[in-house]
């Protein structure tokens, strides 16, 4: 059930991310594999800056803004 849960948040974070950046997502499955990769980004990334803890919303959040940061790391990639 826990990772119905992992996939759940990471597939909404990932639509999220998606439409904040440029508008557009990878798809269904593009967006589930951009959010569980930015969630694990984003919580490294808080968990740097000493700010964890909270709810779904929270971890939702961390997760996009994770899944933001992957996004903007592919742009670059593929401006090279």
Known sequence: MEFLYFLLIGAISGW?????WKGAGFGLLGN???????????????????????GLLWQIIIAVGG??????????????
């Open 16 to 20: 999220l991310a998606g439409q904040v």
């Open 32 to 54: 589930i594999v951009v959010g569980i990769i930015g969630g694990i980004v984003g919580g490294w990334i808080a968990g740097k800056l000493g700010i964890g803890g909270g």
């Open 67 to 80: 899944a933001w940061v992957l996004l903007f790391i592919i742009s670059l990639v593929k401006k090279a």
